[in-house]
């Protein structure tokens, strides 16, 4: 519900940050997502937190580029799940691809750029970073296990931009 009222009200109030209505929704679903992280963080926030402490990214900003590259990782494992949430934010093709392709959209409309490099992350950080992220305590909830190895061609395809 969550990511649905994302769906709707994001794009609203970054269009409109006084429309008072539309960031009351996102405040619930801010809630709704800070509750979930019982679950666990995942890979976005293992790869956020290294970015931040060496380049000074900012956090949430970090995460939304980070995502695209971390949910096609984990595709494989949670096809189903996204799937799921197609169906129930009622996204064209209902699948795990409509997710990413929402998730890119979304992105481009409210101006979250598209690569780390963007954002001052880029490849002279990399042999840094991903043993952090490895360490990092977010990456125990992700559903698929990492390497260094996986966090080093995550950090370059997010820098990259290849999907």
């Given at each position: 519900?969550?990511?649905?009222?994302?769906?709707e009200w994001l794009p609203v109030a970054v269009k409109d940050?006084?429309?008072?209505?539309?960031?009351?929704?996102?405040?619930?679903?801010?809630?709704?997502?800070?509750?979930?992280?019982?679950?666990?963080?995942?890979?976005?926030?293992?790869?956020?937190?290294?970015?931040?402490?060496?380049?000074?990214?900012?956090?949430?900003?970090?995460?939304?580029?980070?995502?695209?590259?971390?949910?096609?990782?984990?595709?494989?494992?949670?096809?189903?799940?996204?799937?799921?949430?197609?169906?129930?934010?009622?996204?064209?093709?209902?699948?795990?691809?409509?997710?990413?392709?929402?998730?890119?959209?979304?992105?481009?409309?409210?101006?979250?750029?598209?690569?780390?490099?963007?954002?001052?992350?880029?490849?002279?950080?990399?042999?840094?970073?991903?043993?952090?992220?490895?360490?990092?305590?977010?990456?125990?909830?992700?559903?698929?296990?990492?390497?260094?190895?996986?966090?080093?061609?995550?950090?370059?395809?997010?820098?990259?931009?290849?999907?």
């Amino acid at each position: 519900e969550g990511i649905r009222l994302v769906k709707e009200w994001l794009p609203v109030a970054v269009k409109d940050g006084r429309n008072v209505n539309a960031r009351a929704f996102m405040l619930a679903a801010s809630s709704m997502g800070a509750v979930s992280f019982q679950k666990g963080l995942g890979a976005m926030h293992s790869l956020s937190h290294p970015a931040s402490s060496l380049r000074g990214t900012h956090h949430g900003l970090t995460n939304a580029v980070v995502m695209p590259y971390v949910l096609s990782y984990n595709r494989s494992v949670v096809e189903e799940r996204l799937a799921a949430l197609a169906r129930y934010l009622n996204l064209p093709g209902q699948s795990a691809g409509s997710v990413l392709e929402w998730v890119l959209r979304l992105r481009e409309d409210i101006g979250i750029p598209h690569t780390l490099k963007e954002i001052g992350f880029d490849e002279d950080a990399v042999a840094d970073a991903a043993p952090m992220a490895l360490k990092d305590p977010s990456t125990e909830g992700n559903p698929r296990p990492l390497t260094v190895d996986d966090f080093v061609a995550l950090y370059r395809a997010s820098i990259s931009g290849a999907l």
